[in-house]
C-alpha cells in the first residue's frame, strides 16, 4: 500500500500538462545508425522516419501539403540558409498531438563509453573523466542530427539532454529526473527529443543512462496513450529475432497494475519464456500502455 | 537592507561547491566566429582560446607536456576515432582549477532569431515556433563544435543549455534559472559550456536569453574570483573602440557592494562617459569581480 501511495506521488510530481501525451516514440539506434559503421548516421532511415512521424503527429494540416522546414542552417556547400520566412506568412502554429521522442546511441557513444568504463563509474581516473567527455560530444553530436532531421521534415523538435535536464543515478537507478522542463516544452507545442547519456552517479561518481531506462521513467511520470519502439526488426519478439522459430507479439497488453500478457498470438505456455526475454532488455514494467 | 538580504538568499540558494569558481570565461561570439559569415566558425581563434584556456585552468601538469585530447570523435575522412587509450594508461584526474565557460552567438542563431522574431515572443505562430526551433539547433551547434574544440585540447568540457536546464525568463528577465546542476557538474571536475539560447519566457511564451545576461547570473551565484571577458577587442573601452580616442580601461575595480569605478588610466571626468557605455551593453552590476 505503501509502496502504491510512493509511485502515484512520483508519477504526479512536476507534470503539469494541459492535455495529455498521446505517444513517446523510441528511435532505436540500430534504426537511425549504420550499427557497424562507427558515427554514421542512416539518412535513408532517419528521413523516412522523420517524415512518418510528421504525419502522424500532425492534428490538422493547415500548410497545404508543404513541409516548411524548421532547421534554418547553412547547408554544406551555400552560404546561405534555406529558409524561406514567406513561406510562414502567418500562419498560426500548426495544431500537433502531444508526442515526444527518445532515441538510443546506435553507433555513437558505444566506442567511447566502452572503451573508457564510464558505465562503471570512477571519475577520480582521467581515463574515465575524457571517456565521459567523450561519450557526451558523441550522443550530442546525434543527438543534433536527429533534431535537424525532424526539424527538415517541419516537426517542432527541441533536443534536450538528461544531463543537462539534471538528471541523475544512484548505483545506475534513477535518483531523480525532473520531467517538468520536458512539460513545459511540450506544453509550448515542442517535441523534446531526448537521448541515452553519460550522468552523474551518486555512488559511483558517473554511469550511462540508457534510452530504455529513460523511455520508463517518462511513460511512468507522464502515462501516455502509445509507447512505439522503431527498430531494426518487425518489433517485439519471444526471443532473439535472429533465433529460428521466433515469434513476432503482434499485440501486448499492459494493465494498469504493471502486469502485462501477450494478446496475439495466443500461444499457450509461450508467456514465461517472454517474460525473460523482455526483462533482459530492461523495456518492460509498468511502463508500456500498448506497443504498437 | 531587504533588497541586501534578498540579494543574499539568492545567491546562496542551491550553490554548493567543495571549493570556489576561479573563473568565469565569458568567449565573445565575434572572437570564436566569422562574424560576417553565416555559421562560420573561427577555427584558428578557437583553438588558440582553447589552449590557453587549459594552460590557465591546470593546477599542476601531470601529463608531461602531452595533451590528452577528450573529443574521440570520427575525424572527417577518417573511419577511426582519434583516440589513443593508452596514453591515459592509469593517470589520476587532472587538478583543474575551478573554470566555466559561457560563450555568445556570433553568426550563430542571431539570424534564425532575427528572421522569426523570437526575442518578441508569440509561439502561437508558425514564424516564431520555427524560428525557436531553428535558432536552438543553430546555437547548440556552435556550442557542440566549442565544446568538442576546448576537449580536443584536454579540457574536460560539458555542452549545457539553459533552455534543458530549464532556465525560464518572465517578461525576458531571468525568472528561474537553478545552478545546482551547473555547481554538480563543476563540483566532479567539469568545466560546464552555456551559451545563449532561445528560451521559455512566462508573459510573451519565447525570447533569447544573452549570454551576457547569463553571465551575470552566474557571477551572482557563484561569485567567482574573476570573471574575464574574452572578445575580438582588447579590453573594456571608454566608448566603443573604433571611435577615435577610445581608451582602453586597463583595471575596473568593483567592489562588494556592486559600485565600480576604474582604476587605470586614472583620468578625471572619464568615469560618468564610461558608465553610460558599459551600461548600454549590459555586461556590468554587482557581477564582475574583476575583469582581467
Keep these: 500500500m505503501e509502496k502504491e501511495n ?23 539506434g540500430s534504426a537511425i545508425t549504420c550499427k557497424n559503421e562507427l558515427e554514421t548516421i542512416n ?15 500532425m492534428v490538422s494540416d493547415s500548410s497545404c501539403g508543404k513541409v516548411l522546414g524548421m532547421d534554418w542552417s547553412k547547408r554544406p556547400g551555400f552560404t546561405e540558409t534555406s529558409c524561406v520566412v514567406d513561406d510562414f506568412c502567418d500562419q498560426p ?49 546525434l543527438n543534433l542530427e536527429i533534431v535537424r532531421a525532424l526539424a527538415r521534415e517541419g516537426v517542432p523538435s527541441i533536443g534536450m539532454s538528461p544531463f543537462a535536464c539534471g538528471w541523475l543515478t544512484c548505483e545506475r537507478n534513477i535518483a531523480s529526473a525532473d520531467v517538468s522542463m520536458v512539460a513545459k516544452a511540450i506544453d509550448s507545442g515542442f517535441v523534446p527529443v531526448m537521448h541515452g547519456d553519460a550522468v552523474l ?20 511520470q507522464f502515462k501516455p496513450e502509445f509507447v512505439v519502439f522503431l527498430t531494426d526488426v ?26 502485462w500478457s501477450v494478446v496475439k498470438p495466443t500461444l499457450e505456455n509461450m508467456n514465461k519464456q517472454v517474460e525473460i526475454t523482455v526483462a533482459a532488455h530492461d523495456t518492460t514494467g509498468g511502463m508500456v500502455t500498448k506497443i504498437s
Design 6 to 28: 510512493q509511485q502515484k506521488l512520483q508519477s504526479t510530481s512536476n507534470v503539469h500538462l494541459t492535455k495529455p501525451i498521446r505517444c513517446i516514440v523510441k528511435l532505436g
Design 43 to 57: 539518412e535513408e532511415n532517419l528521413k523516412t522516419v522523420s517524415r512518418q512521424l510528421r504525419q502522424t503527429m
Design 93 to 141: 502554429a500548426l495544431d500537433f498531438s502531444h508526442f515526444m521522442v527518445v532515441h538510443g546511441a546506435g553507433s555513437f557513444g558505444h566506442f567511447q563509453a566502452s572503451k573508457s568504463g564510464v558505465h562503471k563509474g570512477g571519475l577520480n581516473r582521467l581515463l574515465v573523466k575524457a571517456g565521459f567527455v567523450a561519450t557526451r560530444i558523441s550522443v550530442t553530436s
Design 201 to 220: 552517479d551518486a555512488a559511483q561518481a558517473c554511469t550511462i543512462l540508457s534510452g530504455d531506462v529513460i523511455i520508463r521513467h517518462l511513460a511512468e
Design 234 to 259: 518487425l518489433g517485439v519478439y519471444d526471443r532473439p529475432p535472429t533465433e529460428p522459430n521466433a515469434v513476432l507479439l503482434r499485440e501486448i497488453e499492459v494493465r494498469e497494475d504493471g502486469s
